[in-house]
């Protein structure tokens, strides 16, 4: 992939499409090698083939440093959980996994509620579908776990009075993920990573139709 030519908003919505469940690349790897960009265009194109390659070792690390700025402050530690589960909802896969689970744990309670917790099934014209697919969450429209989550997160961090903390704690993770996905050289595992996304992409929209 030529990640020069990749716009922000194909980045974005990749990250959002793209499989969660993988566990973060290995410290050592995350560590490797550092060199500094000779141009802006691979500097460009190694920023967001890094963003991508590492996404889950950049939340986990955002995640940490906003832990570590509230230590002493339980309840904004607890906010920046409901915050990073929030922001993990925008991404289908992550999103359907968790609705799965949860459907799963009510189903050996209650087998009629977890039922009503399936989302409706998506109209069918000519033997495919007539909208894309809207990601559910417990049979709600992902936006209401969004709003809910992101609400909730913002009274905690208004009660623990830690917004600027959480302000600058979130700033310091940005400035270290960017710097982090600036130096570290992409290696050919990062590409052929890549390749692979791409190929199961393109054969997840042939399968659809």
């Known amino acids: 992939m030529d990640w020069g030519n990749v716009t922000a908003e194909d980045l974005i919505e990749a990250l959002r499409e793209v499989d969660w469940s993988s566990p973060p690349r290995p410290l050592s790897e995350f560590f490797s090698r550092f060199t500094v960009p000779h141009s802006y ?12 390659y590492y996404r889950t070792n950049y939340f986990i690390l955002i995640v940490i440093i906003l832990g570590l700025g509230f230590i002493r402050r339980p309840l904004a530690i607890v906010a920046a959980l409901l915050s990073a589960l929030s922001i993990a909802f925008l991404n289908d896969s992550f999103a359907s996994t968790f609705s799965e689970k949860v459907t799963r744990t009510v189903r050996q309670f209650s ?7 399936r989302p409706s099934h998506t109209p069918v014209i ?21 709003l809910i989550f992101s609400t909730v997160s913002f009274i905690f961090w208004f009660v623990s009075c830690g917004l600027i903390t959480f302000l600058w704690a979130f700033a310091v993770g940005l400035l270290v993920t960017l710097l982090h996905a600036s130096l570290r050289t992409p290696n050919l595992k990062a590409r052929l990573n890549t390749f692979r996304e791409e190929f199961r992409a393109v054969w997840r929209n042939y399968s659809e139709l």
Do not use: D, T
């Open 126 to 146: 000519r033997g495919r579908p007539s909208s894309k697919r809207a990601i559910h969450i417990c049979g709600q429209p992902r936006w209401v776990f969004v």
């Open 41 to 52: 265009s691979k500097w460009n194109s190694r920023l967001k083939c890094n963003l991508y």
């Open 111 to 117: 087998p009629h509620f977890a039922a009503k917790m």
